[in-house]
């Protein structure tokens, strides 16, 4: 049959082949006036209701009048009476048949009444499901003709469809509107397991990966098969791309039979976090692009969020898509769509397990619930870094390698770094009360901060904005911070800080004197591995022939030998030092002791205990010393001193 021969008028559709039409076929409203013979080689159904209307005129005049709504419809589907009603084409030598429900509708029906005329038909992805179920309706199988479209379509699904992701995701989409057929025929469940075993079959490394950038990561992933190619569509990034055109229910299914079939995570965690991101657009917040979604009340995108969500594994994620910053996206709309708790702990755990990947914006969660008297949600960022202690210390158990506990400790220091970030930005909350800052400031171990300076910025934040805690609060806050911890510049800001307890004050000032002790300490007590003093009697006589050959090859080094030299005065300018130090000490000590000998024994007969000690130790004592008597008693001194040595010399 050409085909020209098929033309459509209105709600008709003829074939004008050269002989008349004795048939009408009625579907969805739809009147097709075809030929008995081409209909009923085909088809088994319409063989056997055409001859079931031929044998039984009462059954078939009943179905034509049930039937003149629908063909009240055709421009040219029929002719009227005198009385102005369409006149039955039984009497006109027609067969009326109506096929209510019919799979796929009038538009599939069309295409399976063309092959049953031979005319050659396109097979797809979004058609052959609906052809395969008109086939079974219509009983267009092998047993009653041979090549028939039963078959014709299922070597379709079987070599085609199934064999590609992205036609297996439009089969099982068409499947929508042609339930339960397709899902008794065993069509869904097939194009489910074809996406989950295709799935299978992509390597996890090149999930994420740009789409310039796939056929170059190809070349370098050498383990990728031409197989997993041409499933994939040789888009490894977009390999799920099409599926959010899927409904909620097919979704699902399709996520519970890969997680059945104990498919990788990250291509679980792939196909999740691709749909999401056609389904809630913008969760990013850096990316406002809007898509298309089947999902449409807010209650299927409660749902489907629920789904995702509950569904994501829980290990840290190792592909690029799912970035820490689009899970605070979906956790915020969790929050506005107000998801089950199940799956806001789901997420929350999740982020928790990358938390360094995130940013302050991203902590700074909005709170939504009219019982939280904060402007930020503060107890779900304390959950989220409960959960990330928890895995660290995990980690950190099996951690058997030097370097791999570096990187948990970097990891953790980074993590302590927004934690206090995080501090100073609620500080000035009015209506945080002092026991959750102190809570949410211990919660980080010790090992989280190297200084505490951040800390100690928060907490000044926290007193500045809130003068009326008391002194026992004040103080409780205080301790979240070790002063040992606080560098010198820190120690001078606290030491001036009246904003600050009296005891923190105090505390700041004895470590900030112990870190200068203990920088003079650490002066003194650098010492000279290589000394080059040649006079000394341990360079001459203890030296062996290992020391000489390093003490050689020191001394005929010039940067060696300039700090060395540099050394050697400092150690010794800070040995006189420190003889001067000792004997100043012990002279007091002395005066001290003779101080108390003499108060004990009473006051003496004249000039007091000043002139006693003054003649013990042959000093002498002023009434009154002021800075303008400094220089004359220092000019004084010096002319003493210039007078002993002449005397001594003569």
């Given at each position: 049959?050409?085909?020209?021969?098929?033309?459509?008028?209105?709600?008709?559709?003829?074939?004008?082949?050269?002989?008349?039409?004795?048939?009408?076929?009625?579907?969805?409203?739809?009147?097709?006036?075809?030929?008995?013979?081409?209909?009923?080689?085909?088809?088994?159904?319409?063989?056997?209701?055409?001859?079931?209307?031929?044998?039984?005129?009462?059954?078939?005049?009943?179905?034509?009048?049930?039937?003149?709504?629908?063909?009240?419809?055709?421009?040219?589907g029929?002719?009227?009476?005198?009385?102005?009603?369409?006149?039955?084409e039984?009497?006109?030598?027609?067969c009326?048949?109506?096929?209510?429900?019919?799979?796929?509708?009038?538009?599939?029906?069309?295409?399976?009444?063309?092959?049953c005329?031979?005319?050659?038909?396109?097979?797809?992805?979004?058609?052959?499901?609906?052809?395969?179920?008109?086939?079974?309706v219509?009983?267009?199988?092998?047993?009653y003709?041979e090549?028939?479209?039963?078959?014709?379509?299922?070597?379709?699904?079987?070599?085609?469809?199934?064999?590609?992701?992205?036609?297996?995701?439009?089969?099982?989409?068409?499947?929508?509107?042609?339930?339960?057929?397709?899902?008794?025929?065993?069509?869904?469940?097939?194009?489910?397991?074809?996406i989950?075993?295709?799935?299978?079959?992509v390597?996890?490394?090149?999930?994420?990966?740009?789409?310039?950038?796939?056929?170059a990561?190809?070349?370098r992933?050498?383990?990728?098969?031409?197989?997993?190619?041409?499933?994939c569509?040789?888009?490894?990034?977009?390999?799920?791309?099409?599926?959010?055109?899927?409904?909620?229910?097919?979704f699902?299914?399709?996520?519970?039979?890969?997680?059945?079939?104990?498919?990788?995570?990250?291509?679980i965690?792939?196909?999740?976090?691709?749909?999401?991101?056609?389904?809630?657009?913008g969760?990013?917040?850096?990316?406002?692009?809007?898509?298309s979604?089947?999902?449409?009340s807010?209650?299927?995108?409660?749902?489907?969020?629920?789904?995702?969500?509950?569904n994501?594994?829980?290990?840290?994620?190792?592909?690029?898509?799912?970035?820490?910053?689009?899970l605070?996206?979906?956790?915020?709309?969790?929050?506005?769509?107000k998801?089950?708790?199940?799956?806001?702990?789901a997420?929350?755990?999740?982020?928790?397990?990358?938390?360094e990947?995130?940013?302050?914006?991203?902590?700074?969660?909005?709170?939504?619930?009219?019982?939280?008297?904060?402007?930020?949600?503060?107890?779900?960022?304390?959950?989220m870094?409960?959960?990330f202690?928890?895995?660290?210390?995990?980690?950190?158990?099996?951690a058997?390698?030097?370097?791999?506990?570096?990187?948990?400790?970097?990891?953790?220091?980074?993590?302590?770094?927004?934690?206090?970030?995080?501090?100073?930005?609620?500080a000035?909350?009015a209506?945080?009360?002092?026991?959750?800052?102190?809570e949410?400031?211990?919660?980080?171990?010790?090992?989280?901060?190297?200084?505490?300076?951040?800390?100690y910025?928060?907490?000044?934040v926290?007193?500045?904005?809130?003068?009326?805690?008391?002194?026992?609060?004040?103080?409780?806050?205080?301790?979240?911070?070790?002063?040992?911890?606080?560098?010198?510049?820190?120690?001078?800001?606290?030491?001036?800080?009246?904003?600050?307890?009296?005891?923190?004050?105090?505390?700041?000032?004895?470590?900030?004197?112990?870190?200068?002790?203990?920088?003079?300490?650490?002066?003194?007590?650098?010492?000279?591995?290589?000394?080059?003093?040649?006079?000394?009697?341990?360079?001459?006589?203890?030296?062996?022939?290992?020391?000489?050959?390093?003490?050689?090859?020191?001394?005929?080094?010039?940067p060696?030998?300039?700090?060395i030299?540099?050394?050697?005065?400092?150690?010794?300018?800070?040995?006189?030092?420190r003889?001067?130090?000792?004997?100043?000490?012990?002279?007091?000590?002395?005066?001290?002791?003779?101080?108390?000998?003499?108060?004990?024994?009473?006051p003496?007969?004249?000039?007091?205990?000043?002139?006693?000690?003054?003649?013990?130790?042959?000093?002498?004592?002023?009434?009154?010393?002021?800075?303008?008597?400094?220089?004359?008693?220092?000019?004084?001194?010096?002319?003493?001193?210039?007078?002993?040595?002449h005397?001594?010399?003569?």
């Amino acid at each position: 049959m050409a085909a020209e021969e098929v033309t459509s008028k209105g709600q008709a559709w003829f074939c004008t082949g050269g002989l008349p039409s004795d048939i009408v076929v009625e579907v969805d409203g739809m009147a097709f006036h075809l030929h008995k013979f081409p209909l009923t080689s085909k088809s088994k159904k319409l063989h056997d209701l055409v001859t079931e209307q031929e044998t039984n005129p009462a059954r078939v005049q009943m179905t034509s009048k049930s039937s003149e709504k629908g063909i009240e419809k055709a421009d040219d589907g029929g002719r009227r009476g005198e009385n102005g009603n369409f006149e039955s084409e039984i009497e006109q030598g027609h067969c009326r048949i109506s096929l209510p429900n019919f799979p796929g509708g009038s538009e599939t029906f069309e295409t399976a009444a063309k092959f049953c005329y031979g005319v050659k038909i396109d097979l797809s992805a979004s058609n052959v499901a609906p052809l395969r179920c008109a086939g079974e309706v219509l009983e267009m199988t092998e047993e009653y003709s041979e090549h028939n479209l039963v078959s014709k379509t299922e070597g379709f699904l079987c070599q085609r469809a199934f064999r590609n992701v992205k036609h297996s995701i439009e089969a099982l989409k068409s499947c929508e509107r042609i339930l339960p057929l397709a899902e008794n025929l065993g069509i869904v469940q097939r194009c489910i397991d074809a996406i989950s075993s295709m799935a299978a079959l992509v390597d996890p490394s090149l999930l994420g990966w740009p789409v310039k950038d796939v056929a170059a990561g190809a070349s370098r992933k050498k383990t990728t098969s031409s197989t997993t190619k041409g499933c994939c569509g040789g888009a490894v990034d977009l390999w799920f791309d099409d599926q959010s055109i899927l409904c909620l229910d097919f979704f699902k299914r399709l996520i519970f039979t890969m997680r059945d079939q104990d498919l990788n995570p990250d291509i679980i965690e792939s196909c999740l976090i691709n749909h999401a991101k056609k389904c809630f657009p913008g969760s990013a917040r850096s990316n406002g692009k809007h898509s298309s979604s089947s999902v449409a009340s807010d209650a299927e995108r409660r749902e489907l969020l629920e789904t995702i969500a509950t569904n994501l594994p829980l290990e840290k994620s190792s592909i690029a898509s799912t970035s820490t910053r689009f899970l605070f996206g979906l956790l915020r709309y969790a929050n506005i769509l107000k998801a089950s708790e199940a799956s806001k702990a789901a997420l929350e755990r999740k982020i928790g397990a990358q938390l360094e990947q995130a940013t302050l914006d991203d902590l700074l969660i909005p709170s939504y619930s009219y019982l939280n008297e904060t402007l930020y949600d503060i107890d779900c960022a304390q959950r989220m870094l409960g959960y990330f202690l928890e895995s660290y210390k995990g980690s950190s158990v099996e951690a058997d390698d030097a370097n791999v506990r570096n990187v948990r400790s970097s990891t953790l220091m980074t993590v302590g770094k927004l934690v206090d970030g995080y501090l100073s930005e609620i500080a000035s909350d009015a209506n945080l009360k002092p026991e959750r800052f102190y809570e949410l400031a211990i919660s980080l171990p010790a090992q989280g901060r190297l200084f505490d300076d951040g800390l100690y910025g928060a907490i000044d934040v926290y007193l500045k904005a809130h003068p009326w805690i008391s002194e026992v609060e004040r103080e409780n806050i205080c301790r979240a911070m070790d002063c040992h911890k606080l560098t010198l510049e820190a120690c001078t800001h606290a030491a001036q800080n009246d904003r600050l307890p009296l005891c923190t004050v105090i505390q700041v000032l004895f470590v900030e004197q112990l870190q200068l002790r203990h920088a003079i300490a650490g002066t003194l007590i650098a010492a000279d591995p290589v000394p080059l003093d040649s006079g000394s009697p341990s360079a001459i006589e203890g030296g062996d022939e290992r020391g000489d050959r390093a003490t050689e090859q020191v001394q005929n080094s010039s940067p060696w030998r300039a700090a060395i030299s540099e050394n050697q005065v400092l150690r010794f300018d800070m040995s006189r030092m420190r003889s001067r130090v000792n004997e100043l000490e012990r002279m007091c000590r002395t005066m001290k002791k003779a101080i108390e000998k003499i108060d004990s024994a009473g006051p003496p007969a004249s000039g007091g205990w000043r002139n006693s000690v003054g003649r013990k130790f042959g000093c002498k004592f002023k009434t009154q010393v002021s800075d303008s008597h400094e220089s004359t008693v220092v000019v004084a001194s010096k002319a003493r001193h210039q007078s002993n040595r002449h005397r001594s010399s003569s």
